[in-house]
């Protein structure tokens, strides 16, 4: 058990480093190249890890510059008002001028319908001259 510990040990280290290593912007390592660090880090797994830990991963202050510049969700600022269309009064009003619109268009063909249906009433009504 004891001889597998250092083994275990020195593998989560390089994964961590590995992982650590291809997430790191291209542009906060330091001293190589990105892929560099990789290489360095697969082919002599205990040395690269180690030395991507003290010379090659960012520092502090870039890590924390680096996560400066988005939001995590629970803290990305809110726009105000109501966001789903089912709660926008503006929406809501113009959902309601549409159907008003409609409603008038509606009325008008009926009463058009029914004009129409009067008139041919009427001429059936009505004697042919003759």
């Given at each position: 058990?004891?001889?597998?510990?250092?083994?275990?040990?020195?593998?989560?280290?390089?994964?961590?480093?590995?992982?650590?290593c291809v997430q790191t912007?291209?542009?906060?390592?330091?001293?190589?190249?990105?892929?560099?660090?990789?290489?360095?880090?697969?082919?002599?797994?205990?040395?690269?890890?180690?030395?991507?830990?003290?010379?090659?991963?960012?520092?502090?202050?870039?890590?924390?510059?680096?996560?400066?510049?988005?939001?995590p969700e629970y803290e990305?600022?809110?726009?105000?008002?109501?966001?789903?269309?089912?709660?926008?009064?503006?929406?809501?009003?113009?959902?309601?001028?549409?159907?008003?619109?409609?409603?008038?268009?509606?009325?008008?063909?009926?009463?058009?319908?029914?004009?129409?249906?009067?008139?041919?009433?009427?001429?059936?009504?009505?004697?042919?001259?003759?």
């Amino acid at each position: 058990m004891t001889r597998g510990l250092p083994v275990l040990l020195e593998l989560g280290l390089t994964i961590f480093c590995l992982i650590d290593c291809v997430q790191t912007a291209e542009t906060s390592v330091r001293n190589l190249p990105k892929w560099g660090w990789i290489v360095m880090i697969l082919i002599f797994p205990l040395i690269g890890s180690v030395a991507w830990l003290v010379a090659g991963r960012p520092t502090a202050a870039e890590r924390a510059r680096g996560r400066a510049a988005g939001y995590p969700e629970y803290e990305r600022p809110r726009r105000p008002g109501p966001t789903a269309p089912d709660d926008d009064p503006e929406f809501l009003r113009a959902i309601g001028t549409v159907n008003t619109e409609h409603e008038q268009t509606l009325k008008r063909w009926e009463e058009d319908l029914k004009r129409r249906e009067d008139e041919l009433r009427h001429r059936d009504q009505d004697p042919p001259a003759g």
